[in-house]
């Protein structure tokens, strides 16, 4: 049997109905082959974040990250959520644009993955209170590899806004 790790996946969606789109995506990796177990955290909503940086004039995102486990290596993992994130109508258009759903693989046990593919962990995850704040609701004791507790990466982050 091949070993089992266990993963941090994000989920987020601004298009549709976001909150089926999250779910129904869940659901749809739970019955995938090579996937053992899939625990979601609550959904939180939270402002677009663009190349130009918060615009509250497009559609907020739902937001959400699943722990995993998985005997997909890394980029068979990819290979499932590009699978699923076209089947709930991802058309890629600009780089942090709006979608019905992106699924990014923020860690993949405590392995570094860098290929041309897949940059593991996710380099904007220490970065992205989308991110941290449905991870710690899982996980309050939760490390981000390179970066350190996701309870302060959080904090910094929002000490930033209020200064
Ligand atoms: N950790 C990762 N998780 C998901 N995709 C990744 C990762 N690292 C690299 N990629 C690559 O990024 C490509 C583009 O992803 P995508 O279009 O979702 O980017 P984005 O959502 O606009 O930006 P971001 O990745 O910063 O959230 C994917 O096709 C995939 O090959
Ligand atoms: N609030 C929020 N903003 C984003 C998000 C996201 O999931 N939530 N995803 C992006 C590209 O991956 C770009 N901006």
Redesign the pocket.
Known sequence: MRQLVTCILAF?SNLGDRENTIGAACAELMAAEGIHSVRPSPLHESVAVTLRGPDPDIPPYMNAVAEVTTDRGPEEL?DL??RI?VQYGRV?TE???S?TL?????TYGGRM?QTE????????AFERDFVLRPWLDLDPHAVLMGHGRVAELLEIIERGWAS
């Open positions: 987020g990819l959520i590009n994130e890629r780089r942090w644009g979608r992106d699924i990014d693989i923020i993955v593919r897949l940059t593991v962990p996710h380099p904007h």
